[in-house]
């Protein structure tokens, strides 16, 4: 499945910007803090995503509840 692929909704992000693609929550995950990106939230949003653009299926909804999890993560790995 390509990284252009949509999700079946976009994600909504605080402030009114949408993720709307496998490739544009690549992005968001690229453009946070290294040390936020480690976090094991991220690493299992990336996972997600990857298994999606990899195999398809039923992994695209597992990014974007991996992606919705991460971004709404409670700050207990800090």
Same mark, same amino acid.
């Given at each position: 499945?390509? $990284? *252009?692929?949509? /999700?079946?909704?976009? =994600?909504?992000?605080? %402030?009114? @910007?949408? =993720? ?5 929550? @690549?992005?968001? =995950? ?11 939230? $991220?690493?299992? &949003? ?5 298994? @999606? &653009?990899?195999? %398809? +299926? %039923? $992994?695209?909804? /597992? @990014?974007?509840? +991996? ?5 709404? +993560?409670?700050? *207990?790995?800090?």
């Amino acid at each position: 499945m390509p $990284w *252009s692929t949509p /999700f079946d909704e976009p =994600i909504r992000l605080r %402030g009114g @910007a949408t =993720i709307t693609t496998l490739q544009h929550a @690549a992005d968001y =995950i690229m453009k946070l803090p290294e040390h936020e990106q480690q976090l094991e939230r $991220w690493q299992t &949003a990336v996972e997600n995503l990857i298994n @999606a &653009a990899e195999t %398809g +299926g %039923g $992994w695209l909804m /597992f @990014a974007r509840i +991996g992606m919705m999890r991460a971004l709404n +993560g409670d700050g *207990s790995e800090r």
